[in-house]
């Protein structure tokens, strides 16, 4: 396994991700902000 391999592909989306945020920051707190309600209802839903 190489562990430097492994983290530069988990890297990348995190990266990719805070660009986007960066670029965007309004968007993506709308969608976080309606991901966390629809979490907050499933999860009410099925505990």
Sequence with gaps: M???KIRN???A???WTADQV???PKAFLIVW???SIT???LGARWF
Excluded: D
């Design 2 to 4: 190489n562990w430097q």
């Design 9 to 11: 592909t988990l890297s």
């Design 13 to 15: 989306p995190l990266e």
């Design 22 to 24: 960066k670029a965007r």
């Design 33 to 35: 902000t309606a991901t």
């Design 39 to 41: 979490a907050f209802i």
